[in-house]
């Protein structure tokens, strides 16, 4: 690519779309925004509260003026004289008020720390992102729908350079206006020094990329307008929070998600060397991969995915994981919070009856959708047979056993399996709705569009806790519903939930 292309076609979209007598309209919005939310000092709260010291039981005498009795409470005590003391998590302000008895120090392991919140500068980059959604729909569109977009191809540019010039203006535009909010809040010490400016940039190229790509196909204004505002938040929403998640567990590994990890270091939340580098790579990547397919868009070439189709599948699944798991889970919580004799109440086969009439619910919606069935042939004998025996196997096999892994730890793993009655048969009727539900879903609905999907969806929506088992039941069932059709994976599905009910009898 050649920079004076670069150059030209940016100031070109930016002459174009921000010339005439309205060229101060989106600098003036930009500033009435951005300034007073980025320049004007104001107190906000870095960390969350604690919550008030609560504990329920018997309270030591010399605890009761610090420690407020409460039923919910997720500490309780179970002896005063020589306190003993139950707890699935400790606020802070508790845990202050045991060290405060007599005696050794109460220990207390992994209490963990207040959550950090984000900056002032994450809500600057956020408003500026939202700024982008008119100019990013007429960069490409709106040339489409005035037959310059023919003429400017026909020029002695390439594709690529008219995709990274046009991305080069609004990045650049978003940056500038970003740039000077942050130096005035810097000036004005309504915002203290950091890393969080390097953020800025990063936000602003990759919502800019995903914009593009959005309207890459778009005929008019009005539809890659549509296309932006729907799917820009959506994105910052899910991608910053599924950074927030993996910064848990990995701090490079939450910053390497694509505009994720820029928001993440725009908010001051991701500061280290290692971090930055990640987010620069991460965003830098992706960024690359929407701009080249821009680029195949324009030379009118198909995508290398089909990734409409694939968000709708991944949608789907999730649909499904909310649907299986809230009734089921759901009710089991209230237990983990304090309020045992809820959950207790709480029928465990009514969730499962639930959950399966949402699978169907899918199914049919789906179906609907789409204008099709789902296909299913007559069942035969033979099939049948052949299934409920290879389902027989599997029980034996697998035995009905969560293996020792870490996704099968802690006490919601361990509430989510008493829930579900593993290892014991459950009534007739929840029997016959939760297998045909699960059936239909997975290998008569979702195997149809994609095995390796159907077998991805299996793992993650019905076996999260026990992978091993959920891989080897899902190429089972998937393997004999390709070979003796959808009759003969309910049936193998049947003889594992039989069997199996036996084996822990």
Known sequence: MRPARLLAVAWRDLRLISGGRGWWKLPALAAGLLLPVGVIPLDIPTSLEALPARAQGQIPESLQALIEPSAQAPVGFTRAEEPTIRATRIPLATREALDTLPGPSVRIEDLGSEPELPGRSLLVALLALSLMTGPLAESLAGERAKGTLTTLLAAGISRS???WGKWLAWTGSATLATALVAIGGLASGSQEWGPWPLGLPLVAGAAVALGLWLGRSAADEVGSATRTMRVLPMAALLLGGAAWFLRGISPALGAAVPLGGALLVAGNLAVSPVELLAALVGNGLAITAMLAGVTRALDGRPPWVDVPGLLRDLALIGAAALCWWLPIIGPGIWGIAGNAELSASLDPRVGLATG????????????????????????????ISVGFAAGGALAVLTQWELPELGLASGELAEMAQLRLGRGVLPPVAVFALVLPAQELLFRGWLQRRSPLLALLAWVLVCTPLDPVTGLISGLLLGGLSRWKGWWAALAAHLGWWAVAGLLGA
Do not use: M, Q
Not at 360 to 381: E, F, M
């Open 161 to 163: 350079e008219l995709a």
């Open 356 to 383: 399966a009439l949402l699978f169907l619910g899918i199914v049919g919606i789906d179906a609907a959708r789409l204008h099709t069935s789902t296909g299913l042939k007559p069942p035969s004998l033979l099939g």
